[in-house]
Structures are given as structure tokens and as C-alpha cells.
């Protein structure tokens, strides 16, 4: 049986100039597409890099600042911190939490470096500090605030005074006569404000007229004060 074969394809002219013509469009889209992607991919890689290495670097030092202690290098970043936490909290009273919070931080950093000499008078004067801060935001609060906001900021002083008190109880023998100063200066005002409290509140309770503040208004100041009558004696009559 013989086999028949079939002619050659061949492509017309016109057919074979309009498929060049179209391929070549399409390459010129393909390679301006990719420069475009090298352009970009090459200004794009370097900054990821550099973003990249940069939030390394600031994960590492935040980490390595939140388990600082007074007098490290990485300290100063974990007080700058702190400041932008405080300047970013808007209400007084959450504001005396916060500070309180920092005063707390410093205690516990002072019981960690009580026994060592060269740190721990730094971290007591940093714990002092952070006492008088936290109690003078107490006091403005109490002075401006409304009753019921004074109150509240009161009872976090109150409740700081005694956290504190039962952790230097426990650091008294390991601190030095240097740290025991600063220590025992920050007690004594805590406890001074805390005792200046509870005169006002008493007085206040006697004499609810009074300002929190006037400890020497007397109970009896608003009573008139009325002179005894003078007696005018009779005439005396004559007898016959």
C-alpha cells in the first residue's frame, strides 16, 4: 500500500509580517516591564535591609533596657521610655497609677542590686526620686481633682506606702548606711503625707464646713460671741 504524502505548510507573507510584528510588541512590553522590576527591586532591597537591621537593633536595646538597673548604660533608655509612657497618659488619676508603677520598678531594681556597693546608692536615689515625683502628683491631684478623683489617688498612695514599706523591711539589713539615707528619706515622706491625710479627714469629719486644707479652723469659729447683760440696779426706796 503506498503511502501518500502530504505537501509542506507554507506561511503567506502577510501572515508571517503581522507575527513578527506582533512578537515584537510583546517583547518590548516584556523587557520594559522587567527593567521597571530591576529598578525597583534594586532601590527596594538595600532599604528592607537597612529597615530590617534597624528594628533588630531597636528590639535589642528596648530588650536589653527593660532589664536594666540604675547606673547600666542601657538605663537611660528605659527612663526615656517611662517619660513617653507618663506623656502619653492623659488622665490623673490613671497618670499616679503609672507613676506609682515606676516607683514600684524602681524598688524592685534597688532589691536587686542591695548587696552590691556600686549600684546600690544609684538605685536608691533613683528609688527616692520616684517617690517624691509620684507623691507630688498625688498632692496636685488632691488640691485640683474633684472629691471623688482625690480619693482614688489616696488610696494608690496608701496602697504604695504599704508595698513599699514591706519590701525595705525585708532590704534593710543588705543596704548600705549611703542607700538607707535615700531610702529612708522617701519612707519618711510617704508617711509624712500619709499622716497629713488623715488629720484632714479627721477634721474635715468634725467640722464639714472647713477646707481640706485649713488644719486650723476651730469648730467653734462660726459661733457669735454674745457679752453678758449688765444688771441695773434697782432704786432704793426711803422709809418714813
Not at 522590576?37 to 530590617?52: F, I, K
Not at 479627721?202 to 464646713?209: E, F, R, S, T
Request: hydrophobic fraction near 35%; avoid cysteine; glycine fraction near 4%.
Amino acid at each position: 500500500m503506498s503511502q501518500r504524502r502530504l505537501p509542506e505548510p507554507h506561511l503567506r507573507d502577510e501572515f508571517r509580517r503581522e507575527l513578527r510584528a506582533r512578537l515584537m510588541r510583546e517583547a518590548a512590553v516584556t523587557l520594559t516591564g522587567k527593567r521597571r522590576d530591576n529598578a525597583w527591586t534594586a532601590w527596594l532591597r538595600p532599604a528592607l535591609a537597612v529597615g530590617l537591621a534597624a528594628l533588630v537593633l531597636i528590639a535589642g536595646a528596648t530588650s536589653a533596657a527593660a532589664g536594666s538597673v540604675p547606673g547600666d548604660p542601657a538605663f537611660g533608655l528605659k527612663r526615656a521610655i517611662e517619660e513617653v509612657r507618663v506623656a502619653l497618659t492623659f488622665d490623673d488619676v490613671e497618670r499616679v497609677r503609672v507613676l506609682a508603677d515606676i516607683a514600684d520598678q524602681r524598688l524592685s531594681e534597688l532589691a536587686q542590686v542591695a548587696s552590691r556597693d556600686d549600684k546600690a546608692p544609684t538605685a536608691s536615689a533613683e528609688y527616692a526620686e520616684a517617690v517624691t515625683r509620684f507623691r507630688e502628683a498625688v498632692d496636685t491631684l488632691q488640691q485640683a481633682a474633684p472629691e471623688d478623683k482625690s480619693a482614688l489617688a489616696q488610696d494608690v498612695a496608701d496602697a504604695a506606702r504599704e508595698k513599699h514599706e514591706i519590701v525595705l523591711e525585708q532590704l534593710k539589713d543588705r543596704l548600705s548606711e549611703k542607700a538607707k539615707d535615700s531610702v529612708d528619706r522617701a519612707l519618711e515622706e510617704e508617711r509624712k503625707d500619709t499622716t497629713q491625710n488623715t488629720k484632714d479627714k479627721q477634721d474635715n469629719a468634725g467640722n464639714p464646713g472647713a477646707s481640706p486644707k485649713n488644719n486650723n479652723a476651730s469648730p467653734r469659729g462660726n459661733e457669735r460671741t454674745t457679752s453678758p447683760r449688765t444688771a441695773t440696779p434697782r432704786p432704793t426706796e426711803k422709809r418714813p
